[in-house]
Structure formats: structure tokens, C-alpha cells
T-cell receptor, first 114, second 110 residues
Framework: EPEVTQTPSHQVTQMGQEVILRCVPI?????FYWYRQILGQKVEFLVS????????KSEIFDDQFSVERPDGSNFTLKIRSTKLEDSAMYFC????????????FGSGTRLTVV | ELKVEQNPLFLSMQEGKNYTIYCNYS?????LYWYRQDPGKSLESLFV?????AVKQEGRLMASLDTKARLSTLHITAAVHDLSATYFC??????????FGQGTRLTINP
């Protein structure tokens, strides 16, 4: 069964550093997303991406964050100048066109900012 | 702003019992999703409910959607230990995003 692949699975970074989280969505999917989950809390929407541009973003997704699809397969989330409160699990998701199909989530990257 | 609320947030039950998790949402939507999450793991898709009155079943789990009441239920029949996990409902908030409930942490005791 096709999977959404995320790397790394766990990243520890110092406060103020930049991190790039990587995702390989399912190959025939057209919509890409980043969500985050602070430990023990609910899953929060960050950004959606379609046709090589951001289609929607949340209040969380401020200038500190950016997304990119640098080639035909990867989808990245960059977090600049990380803060302690950025520590969370970050999930990438993708979806085919058409509402009858659900979103497929990746295994997540656990980001720890120290 | 779309809000999604689940209850209960914590549920401890014995094997063999039945129980229901409720998911209420605040604005009109006709797409609702249920996910399972094991500790430290990703979100596993359980059900996609696309219309009023939709009912889907998989093993001991059954989900339903009432769009008029803005309510979805996840019913567990004759629970077994393997169903212990956190269950999330998520509603299509339009504009390409899902809005999640807080999650229900289900513990099934032998």
C-alpha cells in the first residue's frame, strides 16, 4: 500500500536554529499538507499546498515557516529560528483529487527544540 | 470558525463491553473522518463519511454521520484490548484543511 514517507523520524535542534522536515507524498496525489501535534494534544493544521503554491495556511504558519516542493517528489517544511514551543510531532499528509478519498498521513517527525 | 468537540476525552472500559464516542462540530460540513493513533505513531485512517446518514463498519468499529445534527459517532462493539488507542474525528473545514477534535483516549482492560 502506498505510503507517505517522512524524514527524519526524530530531530533535536538548538533554539534559534533552522530545521527542514522532509516528506515524500504518494506519487499520484495532488494535495499536500503539514499538520503538527504538540505532545498529548490535538492535531493542528499548518498549511495546504496545491499546484505548486500554498492554498491555505493557519495562524500558526507565520513568517517563521515555509514550504517548498523542490522537485517532483519531495515536499519540505522549513522552520526558521526555532523556539522551544515548536517542539511537536509534525505530520505530512497527501490526498488525491476528489473528496471520497481520505488523507494519508506520514509517520511523522518528532522535533525537539532544546 | 469550525470547532470540533469529542467526548468523552478519556474512556476506560472492560473487554467485551460496548461504548460510543461522540464527535460534534459547529458548522456545516458533509465530510468527516475518523482516525486511530497509537502512542508515538501516525494517524491511521479508519473511516471516511461523506454524506448524511452514512454508516460504515469495520470489524468491531462502526461510524455514522448525521450532518443535520452535526454529529458523528464511533461505536465499539465487544471491545478487545487491541482497540486501545486514541481516536480522533476530523471535519473537512473547507479550503483544503481538516479540523481535528481533541481525541478520545480509549483504554480497554482485560
Amino acid at each position: 500500500e502506498p505510503e507517505v514517507t517522512q524524514t527524519p523520524s526524530h530531530q533535536v535542534t538548538q533554539m534559534g536554529q533552522e530545521v527542514i522536515l522532509r516528506c515524500v507524498p504518494i506519487s499520484n496525489h495532488l494535495y499536500f499538507y503539514w499538520y503538527r501535534q504538540i505532545l498529548g494534544q490535538k492535531v493542528e493544521f499548518l498549511v495546504s499546498f496545491y499546484n505548486n503554491e500554498i492554498s491555505e495556511k493557519s495562524e500558526i504558519f507565520d513568517d517563521q515557516f515555509s514550504v517548498e516542493r523542490p522537485d517532483g517528489s519531495n515536499f519540505t517544511l522549513k522552520i526558521r529560528s526555532t523556539k522551544l514551543e515548536d517542539s511537536a510531532m509534525y505530520f505530512c499528509a497527501s490526498r488525491r483529487q476528489g473528496g471520497s478519498i481520505g488523507y494519508t498521513f506520514g509517520s511523522g517527525t518528532r522535533l525537539t527544540v532544546v | 470558525e469550525l470547532k470540533v468537540e469529542q467526548n468523552p476525552l478519556f474512556l476506560s472500559m472492560q473487554e467485551g463491553k460496548n461504548y460510543t464516542i461522540y464527535c460534534n462540530y459547529s458548522t456545516t460540513s458533509d465530510r468527516l473522518y475518523w482516525y486511530r493513533q497509537d502512542p508515538g505513531k501516525s494517524l491511521e485512517s479508519l473511516f471516511v463519511l461523506l454524506s448524511n446518514g452514512a454508516v460504515k463498519q469495520e470489524g468491531r468499529l462502526m461510524a455514522s454521520l448525521d450532518t443535520k445534527a452535526r454529529l458523528s459517532t464511533l461505536h465499539i462493539t465487544a471491545a478487545v484490548h487491541d482497540l486501545s488507542a486514541t481516536y480522533f474525528c476530523a471535519v473537512d473545514g473547507g479550503a483544503q484543511k481538516l479540523v481535528f477534535g481533541q481525541g478520545t483516549r480509549l483504554t480497554i482492560n482485560p
